[in-house]
């Protein structure tokens, strides 16, 4: 079945760029949804962002982070990425990657472990 | 962006107990509604899809309904193994949103 799993430093400084990697196992990533989200200690989840390929990749991004945030995918590698830039403490946060079935289920089926990230000097 | 609203924030039941979670959405969601359940270090796990759709090898104990802007996530008998956070979250636009969560501890 198909497993997900984050990797990337778990420190970063503020003001520099965090980047993260989803890589995808047991499936294919073509013709599905895959998301970031992340949860900050004792705060909700937060909905990152997503994209959706199949031969042409298309990208949506929360408003909220989108002048800072980029994903990207590797579908030949089967894993993708989340670049996010300028960082502050504000996002420091457990930070998954997710599969969405949109037009099926329309629910996150399937999740990475989480990877922890820290923004501080 | 919609706004989800989950009540109560936390709750402690005895084993056995009938336990009702509500979530309201800001604006009508339709039945775009998912329920996950999360445990201490772990990713969150759907329970409910679409309102009231049982995900696969999720206990039938575990139930949802509503429509619209209101919504209930059931459980009907609890157990040991429920005390978690849920979330209810809405799959009616982006960006996608969660409410804050309802932590259920066993008594």
């Known amino acids: 079945q198909v497993q997900l799993q984050e990797s990337g430093p778990g420190l970063v400084k503020p003001s520099e760029t965090l980047s993260l990697t989803c890589t995808v196992s047991?499936?294919?990533?073509?013709?599905?949804?895959w998301t970031w989200i992340r949860h900050p200690a004792g705060k909700g989840l937060e909905w990152v962002g997503r994209?959706?390929?199949?031969?042409?990749?298309?990208?949506n991004y929360n408003p909220s982070l989108k002048s800072r945030v980029t994903m990207a995918v590797d579908t030949s590698k089967n894993l993708f990425s989340l670049t996010l830039r300028s960082v502050t403490a504000a996002d420091t946060a457990v930070y998954y990657c997710?599969?969405?079935?949109?037009?099926?289920?329309?629910?996150?089926?399937?999740w990475g472990h989480g990877t922890m990230v820290t923004v501080s000097s | 962006d919609i706004q989800m609203t989950q009540s109560p924030s936390s709750l402690s039941a005895s084993v056995g107990d009938r336990v009702t979670i509500t979530c309201r959405a800001s604006q009508t969601i339709d039945n775009f509604l998912n329920w996950y359940q999360q445990k201490p270090g772990r990713a969150p796990k759907v329970l409910i899809y679409?309102?009231?759709s049982l995900q696969g090898g999720v206990p039938s104990r575990f139930s949802g309904s509503g429509s619209g802007t209101d919504f209930t996530l059931t459980i009907s008998s609890l157990q040991p193994d429920d005390s978690a956070t849920y979330y209810c979250q809405q799959s009616y636009n982006t960006p996608r949103t969660f409410g804050q969560g309802t932590e259920v501890q066993i008594k």
């Open positions: 047991g499936g294919s990533m073509s013709g599905y949804f």
């Open positions: 994209f959706y390929t199949s031969g042409r990749t298309r990208y």
């Open positions: 679409s309102a009231s």
């Open positions: 997710a599969r969405d079935l949109v037009g099926s289920s329309n629910a996150f089926d399937i």
